[in-house]
């Protein structure tokens, strides 16, 4: 899947799809970073991949930091529906 997103304080992100800007999203959060992800399950491993930039904030994405950031959000929200 594919998705928007923008991470704030380099700590939280928050994932949205196509129809909504970056801008519209950030609703004057601190955004340190913004792009597009694509989010992969292989072999029942998450894969992030983050890429691009937000045109509406002027703020690129910061590949590794993101994906990181945004695969540590999945993992722990996949674990607690397991429980």
Do not use: Q, W
Request: aromatic share 8%; charged share 25%.
């Amino acid at each position: 899947m594919e998705f928007k997103y923008i991470i704030i304080k380099k700590v939280f992100y928050v994932l949205f799809c196509d129809g909504i800007e970056h801008i519209a999203e950030a609703n004057g959060r601190n955004v340190t970073s913004a792009g597009r992800c694509r989010i992969t399950v292989v072999d029942g491993e998450i894969d992030v991949h983050c890429f691009g930039e937000s045109l509406s904030l002027g703020i690129p994405s910061d590949p590794v930091r993101d994906a990181a950031i945004i695969k540590r959000g999945a993992i722990n929200a996949f674990s607690s529906t397991m429980e």
